[in-house]
């Protein structure tokens, strides 16, 4: 049931709010404020020395975010693949390790071949994973839940932001065990991760201008998407999405990356979306979309009111989020790049809950 959604997707990005409070509230205990994890760990978070986690597609983004919540908050180094290039690299192990598996089906054939592979390499395995029945949950030694509910989009939305919502959990506990955060940290961390499903809210209110940014992006044949740190993985999200439903050719890059490479493509037929919320890496990210700007790309930055100021007039669109903790930004910048891949799909008329050549589930190699 789409509810008044004409699509499975619109009516799963507009869950989010409310399933992301849900996956929160399975992991946090909101009386004290802090981090709970539902169930013991058969580890120590203090005694680890480092994470593998693998998965595909957005799962993997949401993986990516992880890495650097889990170096950054706990600083626990993390090797993170795609499950497909993975399980064929005959990756050397430390017995003992803690190996982390994501999926939103749970069926992913690559990712359960990873987690068999891991788990014969002696690894604790852990996954989170939406479909509590499926084969990745069941073959874990321990599987926390999102609790996203049913999707039926084939474009995965409201499972990443639940993955998310688990990840970040999972990595303040590990930052409080091994001493790195203090409880007063943590009460800051969990604090405005309370606050996301507030602020996503906000950010949905964005959808009538983004609704007609999606025309003009229509008319594009390829979008470049921008983000550092926590958004670079945001950035490549959103091309993934868009390339998904819209079957626009996108890229997500790293910003530093551009003089690399892909500032070659750059003239006034191409849109770039800069994903730049005023935080520590603000400036380096604006220098970037300057950079664009310069060359006559189409900039559309996604930033706060005070992004919005220092960024002035350069930008064609500017759509303008609340402010927030750093920690959180990706969980609610998610949301306006499903929207805009979403309105700039609808607005083409492609099948959007159903993309060509895609499945909801990719059980074979
Ligand atoms: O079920 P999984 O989370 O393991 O699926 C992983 C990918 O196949 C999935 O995220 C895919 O990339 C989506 N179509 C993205 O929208």
């Given amino acids: 049931d789409k509810g008044n959604h004409r699509h499975f997707m619109a009516k799963e990005i507009y869950e989010q709010p409310e399933v992301v409070s849900h996956t929160l509230a399975h992991y946090i205990d909101m009386s004290e404020g802090l981090v709970r994890l539902p169930g013991d760990l058969p580890f120590d978070l203090a005694d680890l020395k480092r994470i593998t986690i693998c998965a595909c597609g957005t799962a993997y983004y949401a993986g990516l975010v992880g890495k650097y919540w889990f170096e950054k908050y706990a600083r626990l180094p993390v090797d993170i693949d795609v499950a497909s290039e993975f399980r064929y690299r005959e990756v050397p192990l430390e017995p003992g390790g803690l190996a982390i598996f994501i999926s939103q089906s749970g069926e992913t054939a690559d990712t ?12 604790h395995i852990l996954s989170i994973v939406n479909v ?36 970040a959990c999972l990595a303040v506990a590990a930052g409080r065990q091994r001493g790195v955060l203090a409880e007063d940290d943590e009460r800051k961390l969990v604090q405005a991760l309370i606050e996301v499903p507030r602020l996503m809210s906000q950010a949905l209110k964005l959808e009538p201008r983004i609704e007609a940014l999606a025309k003009e992006l229509s008319r594009a044949r390829d979008v470049l998407y921008l983000g550092r740190g926590l958004n670079f993985p945001i950035a490549l999200e959103g091309a993934l999405k868009l390339k998904e439903i819209s079957y626009i050719h996108a890229e997500g890059y790293a910003a530093g990356e551009l003089k690399h490479g892909p500032i070659a493509l750059i003239d006034e037929e191409v849109p770039v979306i800069v994903v730049a919320p005023s935080d520590t890496l603000f400036e380096k990210t604006i220098s970037n979309m300057q950079e664009v700007a310069a060359r006559g790309g189409r900039i559309v930055l996604l930033t706060d009111a005070e ?17 927030m903790y750093q920690f959180v930004q990706p969980l609610v910048y998610a949301l306006p790049v499903q929207l805009i891949a979403y309105h700039t799909a609808v607005f083409m008329g492609t099948d959007v809950d159903q993309p060509r050549n895609l499945a909801k589930s990719v059980t074979v190699e």
């Fill in 112 to 123: 359960l071949a990873s987690l068999r592979y891991c788990s014969s390499e002696g690894q």
């Fill in 307 to 323: 992004g919005a100021q220092a960024a002035g007039d350069q930008p064609f669109e500017t759509l303008v989020l609340p402010q």
């Fill in 132 to 167: 509590q029945e499926s084969s990745i949950a069941r073959e874990s030694e321990t599987s926390f839940p999102t609790l996203a509910g049913p999707e039926i989009g084939v474009a995965s939305t409201k499972a990443f932001t639940c993955q998310l919502a688990a990840l």
